[in-house]
T-cell receptor, first 112, second 108 residues
Framework: EAGVTQSPTHLIKTRGQQATLRCSPISGHTSVYWYQQALGLGLQFLLWYDEGEERNRGNFPPRFSGRQFPNYSSELNVNALELEDSALYLC???????????FGDGTRLSIL | GQNIDQPTEMTATEGAIVQINCTYQTSGFNGLFWYQQHAGEAPTFLSYNVLDGLEEKGRFSSFLSRSKGYSYLLLKELQMKDSASYLCAVPHGNKLIFGAGTRLAVHP
């Protein structure tokens, strides 16, 4: 069974640009979660999608947004990039809410 | 609100046993997760406790006391590859709140 896949592995952008990160969940999983893990910090919840709808979002500004497609894959978009957006962005999927989440390998976003 | 506390760092010797504690404060309880995260890698699911008591899974066991807001992860027969961060997490509504993690260093 394929795990959660994320692309790209690394992404380098400059301030003010926009970034798009992609995630494919485990087959059969309808919930997709996005987390930010800045260097030396813990995992911070960003967004949760289930059945194509945004169900919850963490304490992040509106320039962090995303969507979930009919095949349950998901995109995270970050607009007007700032230096502090440099982090590892992890996507996780689960069969449903409050079920164990399985993580992808992440996208490392670097803002120059 | 949610509050999760874990020790920042621990060290242990290969072959030994180590216990990583996690205390939490949450409004409403829907279980507690433990994850392992090696440096530069994604977290991997270890365990999920909903009921009080000890659940054993090979060298790893996880304990929960809901009345005390307390859990621990027990690692036996430590191996060098167990050097990693161990994260406890509790669901809050529809999201998972993670502790800052405990960095475990296993030395020969």
């Amino acid at each position: 069974e394929a795990g959660v896949t994320q692309s790209p592995t690394h992404l380098i952008k400059t301030r003010g640009q926009q970034a798009t990160l992609r995630c494919s969940p485990i087959s059969g999983h309808t919930s997709v979660y996005w987390y930010q893990q800045a260097l030396g910090l813990g995992l911070q919840f960003l967004l949760w999608y289930d059945e194509g709808e945004e169900r919850n979002r963490g304490n992040f500004p509106p320039r962090f947004s995303g969507r979930q497609f009919p095949n349950y894959s998901s995109e995270l978009n970050v607009n007007a990039l700032e230096l502090e957006d440099s982090a590892l962005y992890l996507c996780a999927s689960s069969p449903g809410p409050r079920q164990p989440q399985h993580f992808g390998d992440g996208t490392r976003l670097s803002i120059l | 609100g949610q509050n999760i506390d874990q020790p920042t760092e621990m060290t242990a010797t290969e072959g030994a046993i180590v216990q990583i504690n996690c205390t939490y404060q949450t409004s409403g309880f829907n279980g507690l997760f433990w994850y392992q995260q090696h440096a530069g890698e994604a977290p991997t699911f270890l365990s999920y406790n909903v009921l009080d008591g000890l659940e054993e899974k090979g060298r790893f066991s996880s304990f929960l006391s809901r009345s005390k807001g307390y859990s621990y992860l027990l690692l036996k027969e430590l191996q060098m590859k167990d050097s990693a961060s161990y994260l406890c997490a509790v669901p809050h509504g529809n999201k998972l709140i993670f502790g800052a993690g405990t960095r475990l260093a296993v030395h020969p």
